[in-house]
Nanobody, 118 residues
């Protein structure tokens, strides 16, 4: 199994920045891709960003392109989501996920709340 633990959420004003972290442990070799998703109240889960573990190729949802950056620390097995120019509509619970391929998200973290005030 793979364990994922998110941190870094909180309350920020519109236009501000936050950095989320996702620490992976356990059977790390099973991770091919790590990603971030979010779920706002009353809305469906939304893809935010993903990064391939092998070559650090990155993918972004349309709503965050140009504002969010996903990255990883190879040595520490930690993924990051740098969120800039935050908007109230970015308010959601953000979940870290990982799996053996893009589109197959097997492991999930517990989620961290991000609240952006206007």
């Amino acid at each position: 199994q793979v364990q994922l633990v998110e941190s870094g959420g909180g309350l920020v004003q519109a236009g501000g920045s936050l950095r989320l972290s996702c620490a992976a442990s356990g059977l790390i070799f099973r991770i091919y891709v790590m990603g971030w998703f979010r779920r706002a109240p009353g809305k469906e889960r939304e893809f935010v960003a993903a990064i391939k573990w092998s070559d650090s190729s990155t993918y972004y949802g349309d709503s965050v392109k140009g504002r969010f950056t996903i990255s990883r620390d190879n040595a520490e097995n930690i993924g990051y989501l740098q969120m800039n120019s935050l908007k109230p509509e970015d308010t959601a619970v953000y979940y870290c996920s990982a799996g053996p391929s893009l589109g197959k998200w097997t492991f999930w973290g517990q989620g961290t709340q991000v609240t952006v005030s206007s």
